[in-house]
């Protein structure tokens, strides 16, 4: 069965603090997205990455990270958490030779920023 | 203008009612459509994709797709309680790079 997993379901945070969240899949999927999902403005695309090591920006990646070692780990990191960070975070990985596109999300996290 | 917008909610339907789901996209060349539907505290789950023009059914789901009007609907035949939940609408500009535009959601409640 397909599966993501995001490390934390709930993360409380001070502003300045480091976030990481973790985001691993077992489907062997070559391609891996951080979204974040805040009420009225919907899922909107941090980063994607489509191979270890590689990534791309999406429509949000200021005050965001991520690194991607290993192909089923997707990190996103917060250098320094700002209150406007607070939302839920969701991971995503889709792959590739099916060609349909489909997204496979994670639990998601839940992160507030004091 | 938002590049994937769909019908402002909420929406209510009795149980056993058509519920209809609207989305319009703006950049023609989006190859592949999906709806996903989000029950509260959950997330996102793929209940429909299409990719050309037309109907796509799947049980009690049917997809429309008119790329010439840019326009994408979802409908939800005898409605069930169970139904409810936010429907995002999706649009993807290159269905092998699975990068998914979504739109803000509409939610929809089916009462008993």
């Known amino acids: 069965d397909v599966k993501v997993t995001q490390s934390s379901r709930y993360l409380v945070k001070r502003t300045g603090e480091k976030v990481f969240l973790e985001c691993v899949q077992d489907?062997?999927?070559?391609?891996m997205f951080w979204y974040r999902q805040d009420p009225g403005l919907g899922l909107r695309l941090i980063y994607f990455?489509?191979?270890?090591?590689?990534?791309e920006k999406g429509d949000i990646p200021e005050g965001y990270s991520v690194s991607r070692e290993k192909k089923e780990r997707f990190s996103l990191i917060l250098e320094s958490a700002s209150t406007n960070q607070t939302s839920m975070y969701l991971c995503?990985?889709?792959?590739?030779?099916?060609?349909?596109?489909?997204?496979?999300f994670g639990e998601g996290s839940r992160l507030t920023v004091l | 203008q938002k590049e994937v917008e769909q019908n402002s909610g909420p929406l209510s339907v009795p149980e056993g009612a058509i519920a209809s789901l609207n989305c319009t996209y703006s950049?023609?060349?989006?190859?592949?459509f999906f709806w996903y539907r989000q029950y509260s505290g959950k997330s996102p789950e793929l209940i429909m994709s299409?990719?050309?023009?037309g109907d796509k059914e799947d049980g009690r789901f049917t997809a429309q797709l008119n790329k010439a009007s840019q326009y994408v609907s979802l409908l939800i035949r005898d409605s069930q309680p169970s139904d409810s939940a936010t429907y995002l609408c999706?649009?993807?500009?290159?269905?092998?790079?699975?990068?998914?535009?979504f739109g803000d959601g509409t939610t929809l409640t089916v009462k008993p």
């Open positions: 950049d023609r060349g989006s190859q592949s």
């Open positions: 999706a649009v993807n500009f290159n269905t092998n790079a699975g990068k998914s535009t």
């Open positions: 299409i990719y050309s023009n």
């Open positions: 995503a990985s889709t792959e590739v030779a099916r060609l349909t596109g489909e997204l496979f």
């Open positions: 489907m062997d999927h070559e391609n």
């Open positions: 990455s489509y191979d270890v090591k590689m990534k």
